[in-house]
């Protein structure tokens, strides 16, 4: 079965696959035939199992990673024909009764299908074009497709494009944008951010991306010198501690874990920030504080509280944004590649009044006998809006 799973790889990773029929049983048993074709579901790409009954058929769609194994044990139990299309061949797969394997190859007969159940997205950055940054950091070829394993990165560096677009206009009139990301990690973002902003929209800005780690740090920095990113830099440093800019106009933390978060938060509303996308990593600080006798069917299921945790903390982050003034708005992201929070705070500075805000903030504490991180850290600036 070794050679159907290297000829089944080389498919799935090059993504040509039309249809694959697997039929002629041993044996009788519930279903006679099995049909496998690509579908595209929410933009990612699935694959869907046909299974012919004799008096129904049944669908079941799985993960590209799972697609393989599924269908080598189809082979392995009851099956000794598979006859597979794709966009370079035909090969017809078929095994003996000793299991001893015979693949064919012929030219192709069929076309590509349009992936029915979603329409082709229009992306910010489009597929099928070469883009400079997205090449150099390993997402697409030169010639612009997107690599099958970097495909979720792709879509979520244009939802995140998409997230900066709708508030960008708080920014166009300043003569020089700038922008810190907090833990920028590999940068992906970043890059995105800066390409946008420059290339995109022309710009003037100033982004720095702050890590702890050195080898990230050199790595990146090489990169935007060969990307010719002049206004792109990216230094060592931690949140709390960073203090090489006095104005800052646009705050990005995507992947602060803890209080590190609201380590950032507390820095943008110092620097008085236009612009603040933070996707928080891991919320604990709370978990040990919140109760509510009322809640105990939830708090006393340890997981149902750590969930209940993560969402008490991000609102009462989006509380504390409004007190000081900030329009705040929680969306769904797309997952990180650490972690499956996929949550986003967008928050624009504006001029809206804080007592309503203020006064849910303190029933809100009252109910669940906290006191968060954050409110302790903006000290002052925060007390003497939500004292009564």
Not at 103 to 125: A, G
Not at 169 to 179: A, M, P, R
Not at 214 to 233: F, R, S, T, W
Not at 259 to 278: F, M, Q
Request: proline content about 3%; aromatic content about 10%; overall charge positive.
């Amino acid at each position: 079965m070794e050679n159907i799973r290297n000829l089944f790889n080389q498919i799935i990773q090059e993504e040509s696959l039309i249809e694959c029929i697997i039929s002629n049983v041993r044996k009788k048993e519930d279903y006679n035939k099995v049909n496998i074709r690509p579908v595209l579901l929410k933009e990612k790409i699935m694959y869907q199992f046909i299974y012919h009954y004799d008096k129904k058929v049944v669908h079941e769609n799985v993960e590209k990673n799972q697609m393989i194994e599924k269908m080598i044990s189809l082979f392995e139990t009851n099956f000794k024909q598979g006859q597979i299309y794709t966009k370079e061949a035909d090969y017809q797969i078929l095994i003996s009764k000793k299991f001893k394997v015979k693949i064919l190859k012929k030219s192709p007969t069929k076309k590509p299908k349009n992936l029915s159940h979603n329409r082709k997205k229009n992306y910010m950055i489009p597929e099928n074009t070469p883009n400079p940054f997205l090449y150099r950091l390993g997402v697409m070829n030169e010639k612009g497709k997107v690599f099958a394993q970097k495909y979720d990165k792709f879509r979520q560096i244009n939802r995140f494009l998409e997230m900066v677009r709708d508030v960008v206009d708080n920014l166009k009139k300043k003569e020089k944008v700038t922008v810190i990301d907090f833990g920028c990690g590999k940068s992906y973002l970043t890059f995105a951010l800066y390409y946008y902003f420059v290339d995109i929209l022309n710009m003037n800005v100033d982004i720095i991306g702050l890590d702890l780690k050195e080898d990230v740090v050199m790595h990146c920095n090489e990169i935007a010198k060969d990307l010719k990113y002049e206004n792109l830099k990216f230094m060592m440093g931690d949140i709390a501690h960073f203090n090489q800019k006095d104005q800052v106009d646009m705050v990005v933390t995507l992947h602060a874990c803890d209080t590190a978060t609201d380590a950032a938060l507390v820095k943008a509303i110092e620097w008085n920030a236009d612009i603040i996308l933070s996707v928080p990593c891991c919320q604990h600080e709370l978990l040990d504080q919140i109760h509510n006798s009322l809640m105990i069917p939830m708090e006393k299921h340890g997981i149902i509280k750590e969930r209940m945790s993560a969402l008490i903390t991000d609102s009462i982050r989006a509380n504390i944004l409004e007190i000081m003034g900030y329009d705040t708005q929680i969306l769904e992201f797309i997952d990180m590649e650490h972690t499956p929070k996929n949550l986003l705070i967008r928050s624009v500075k504006g001029n809206r009044s804080y007592e309503q805000a203020a006064k849910e903030y303190r029933s809100f504490k009252k109910f669940w006998g906290i006191t968060p991180y954050f409110e302790k850290e903006l000290g002052e600036k925060l007390q003497k809006r939500i004292t009564e």
